[in-house]
């Protein structure tokens, strides 16, 4: 298992100097960093195309309009879900809380990509992020948010707090829900096991339509959309739900 974690970060040290010098070749002139973004995701890839007992069924990619930013909402079981949500082949930017930008490789790398900072002790942090991420919405770029706000230690989707769903409404531009399973297995909150076989899914439900929730309110329609997502998880692992 050391020589494992040996690995990761050395191969991230090797990722993290290409990643540099793509950006300094192209920010100057890819104002929406969508060259850096394709290199940060074969990064993040890598780590499932090099392990053979590792895959992804995949699902859902037909709800997916072309140019069409998204507020992305996912579950998150485990911080391999970065990896895994690289997998949609998306242009965004990730919500992130700011100690992941102090991270040596992975969080330099969040911040050349210019991802958005939350801080989550500070209203103040919750307001800049929805501002900043509507800049980015605006321009065309999707923001991908883990609405339950930190990693669900059992697996079971947890309450949703109200950060993705205001912006939704703000912006007045469609919901993307994601559904993903089996990184909790690999990477648990409380623990460090990178598993050597391991299946995982990841199914995007189809967008729902700004239309439908402008009556609603930021509550409502978080309520609704925890309640669509974990109908779906509940199918895919009914195990974190049995005993509840």
């Known amino acids: 298992m050391p020589l494992v974690w040996l690995a990761v970060v050395l191969t991230c040290a090797i990722f993290f100097i290409g990643d540099a010098v793509v950006w300094l070749l192209t920010f100057w002139w890819d104002r929406r960093l969508l060259i850096l973004q394709r290199y940060s995701i074969v990064w993040a890839l890598s780590y499932i195309w090099v392990n053979p007992f590792w895959k992804i069924n995949f699902s859902g990619k037909e709800n997916v309009r072309k140019g069409q930013p998204y507020i992305i909402v996912s579950n998150h079981q485990s911080a391999f879900d970065i990896v895994l949500l690289y997998r949609l082949w998306m242009h965004f930017k990730w919500v992130a809380k700011r100690e992941l930008f102090r991270i040596p490789f992975i969080g330099w790398n ?64 469609p919901i993307l829900p994601v559904v993903i399973n089996g990184s909790r297995e690999v990477f648990p909150k409380n623990g460090y096991v990178l598993k050597g076989a391991q299946t995982f899914t990841m199914q995007i439900l189809p967008e729902i339509d700004p239309q439908s929730f402008v009556e609603k309110s930021i509550d409502d329609l978080g309520m609704e959309v925890q309640e669509l997502m974990t109908s779906v998880h509940k199918k895919i692992a009914p195990e974190y739900y049995n005993e509840k």
Do not use: C, Q, Y
């Open 110 to 173: 969040l911040w050349l990509n210019r991802h958005i900072v939350i801080d989550r002790a500070s209203v103040s942090g919750a307001k800049r992020m929805i501002l900043e991420a509507h800049k980015h919405l605006s321009e065309g770029t999707s923001v991908l948010i883990f609405p339950e706000g930190t990693r669900s230690v059992d697996g079971a989707i947890k309450r949703f707090k109200d950060g993705a769903f205001a912006l939704a409404k703000k912006a007045n531009l």
